[in-house]
């Protein structure tokens, strides 16, 4: 058919079709995904003479993954009536598939205008700085052009990159004979600073003179917008978990480190220490 005469260079208008389809017939809470090739140009100062001359007039084949959701997060069940799909659900999906292929670590979303999706709600999908392809809130004039019923979240990654990220090395430890300690800071910081520039920062110094070693995890456990805070602020919520191997960590010891971070952190980032503590 004519709508089948031209090569397709991303997955995503064949899989808002399908969307668009079952949104048709009563289907509000989708999650869908596709492995497919696309096409595209190939690069400019490509070799004519490499291989079969004849396939530097052909297009270059990629294999890429998309992600479409949409809908309530618990898929319309009574106890979730009003919960609704968001950037965190999508980002969730890109982590499972990104840990899949076993990557020095998990991807983060770096901010950027993409003219298919939402503005203030775009980004470019990276692990270690290698850019796997694009998330976010389909814009709006595409939510027209399709026919769907937005927000829609979607994702679009290469393939080929996500198979060529350095891989992690297992290893197996030991259950911990020593017990561990949690401390808890919560700062504000510009809407605009990514999370993930935060989080390694307090990896890689939250453990002070004690060394990294000592900071076995730090996970971001609260985000709050809303009063009192300005309309382009929010509250990033930080647990950092300290733990020795060799022996049982001190209150002075973690407390003169997480000191020393708390002081470190307005001096690197435009935050405020809105709360800090024993997380228990």
């Known amino acids: 058919g004519e709508e089948f005469s031209c090569m397709r260079t991303s997955l995503l208008p064949g899989m808002l079709a399908a969307l668009q389809r079952n949104q048709a017939r009563g289907q509000?809470?989708?999650?869908?995904?596709?492995?497919?090739?696309?096409?595209?140009?190939?690069?400019?100062?490509?070799d004519p003479t490499a291989g079969d001359p004849r396939d530097v007039h052909l297009p270059e084949e990629r294999e890429h993954l998309a992600v479409v959701m949409v809908g309530g997060r618990s898929q319309g069940a009574w106890y979730g009536a009003q919960d609704r799909l968001d950037f965190t659900d999508l980002k969730g999906a890109l982590d499972a598939i990104v840990e899949s292929y076993l990557p020095v670590a998990l991807p983060a979303c770096r901010a950027v205008d993409h003219p298919t999706l939402q503005p203030g709600c775009s980004s470019l999908v990276e692990v270690e700085g290698v850019v796997l392809g694009y998330a976010g809130a389909l814009a709006a004039p595409l939510l027209k052009i399709f026919g769907v019923t937005g927000p829609v979240w979607v994702a679009e990654l290469e393939v080929a990159?996500?198979?060529?990220?350095?891989?992690?090395v297992r290893q197996h430890q030991p259950l911990p004979r020593f017990p561990g300690t949690r401390r808890d800071v919560a700062l504000v910081a510009p809407q605009d600073l990514p999370c993930t520039q935060l989080q390694a920062f307090i990896a890689a110094h939250a453990g002070g003179n004690l060394g990294r070693a000592v900071v076995e995890r730090v996970a971001l456990f609260d985000v709050y917008r809303?009063?009192?805070?300005?309309?382009?602020?929010?509250?990033?919520?930080?647990?950092?978990?300290?733990?020795?191997?060799?022996?049982?960590?001190?209150?002075?010891?973690?407390?003169?480190?997480?000191?020393?971070?708390?002081?470190?952190?307005?001096?690197?980032?435009?935050?405020?220490?809105?709360q800090q503590g024993d997380g228990g």
């Not at 990159?161 to 992690?168: G, S």
């Not at 022996?247 to 020393?260: I, P």
Request: charged share 25%; net charge positive; aromatic share 8%.
């Open 28 to 46: 509000r809470h989708l999650r869908l995904f596709e492995v497919g090739t696309v096409f595209a140009k190939k690069p400019p100062g490509t």
């Open 161 to 168: 990159r996500l198979r060529a990220l350095p891989p992690r």
């Open 226 to 274: 809303g009063a009192p805070l300005q309309q382009d602020q929010v509250s990033l919520a930080f647990s950092i978990e300290y733990r020795r191997a060799d022996r049982t960590l001190t209150d002075a010891e973690v407390g003169e480190a997480f000191a020393s971070l708390l002081q470190q952190l307005p001096q690197r980032f435009a935050v405020q220490v809105r």
